[in-house]
């Protein structure tokens, strides 16, 4: 299984702890993420990531690309709805993407939580 794990700065802290609960399942995954995020989460729980660019220097669309191929099982995206990012059209053409290709996305811890327990089993 292939997952997805993007945060913007506000989530990050959010993203950290959503992966540490859920350490055990995502270790069993190979992790894609984009830049800032991974290296938290590989800093802080020490799971091994596949990094890419940082999502305003394209890392939103490596991974679209990505879902685009039929390469990500999920995604969880956990967006700031209240800060607007220069990068929002990457943004959109993610999201966009998990629809054109059916793809579970979370956009927020709560159905973060749905996901891993329906993809993963994780509680
Ligand atoms: O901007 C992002 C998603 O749109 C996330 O990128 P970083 O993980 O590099 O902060």
């Given at each position: 299984m292939r997952i997805a794990l993007i945060a913007h700065d506000e989530l990050k802290d959010e993203m950290v702890?959503?992966?540490t609960k859920h350490a055990a399942a995502l270790d069993e995954c190979e992790l894609v993420t984009t830049?800032?995020?991974g290296k938290r989460i590989a800093d802080e729980t020490?799971?091994?990531v596949n990094r890419q660019s940082s999502g305003p220097y394209g890392g939103?669309?490596?991974i679209g690309a990505m879902i685009?191929?039929?390469a990500i099982d999920g995604?969880?995206?956990l967006r700031?709805?209240?800060t607007a990012q220069a990068h929002e059209p990457d943004i959109s053409a993610l999201l966009r993407v998990c629809d054109v290709k059916d793809?579970?996305?979370a956009t927020n811890v709560a159905s973060g939580e749905l996901l891993v327990e329906g993809l993963l089993g994780s509680t």
């Amino acid at each position: 299984m292939r997952i997805a794990l993007i945060a913007h700065d506000e989530l990050k802290d959010e993203m950290v702890e959503f992966v540490t609960k859920h350490a055990a399942a995502l270790d069993e995954c190979e992790l894609v993420t984009t830049g800032t995020t991974g290296k938290r989460i590989a800093d802080e729980t020490g799971l091994a990531v596949n990094r890419q660019s940082s999502g305003p220097y394209g890392g939103d669309l490596q991974i679209g690309a990505m879902i685009a191929n039929d390469a990500i099982d999920g995604v969880v995206f956990l967006r700031d709805p209240l800060t607007a990012q220069a990068h929002e059209p990457d943004i959109s053409a993610l999201l966009r993407v998990c629809d054109v290709k059916d793809i579970p996305l979370a956009t927020n811890v709560a159905s973060g939580e749905l996901l891993v327990e329906g993809l993963l089993g994780s509680t």
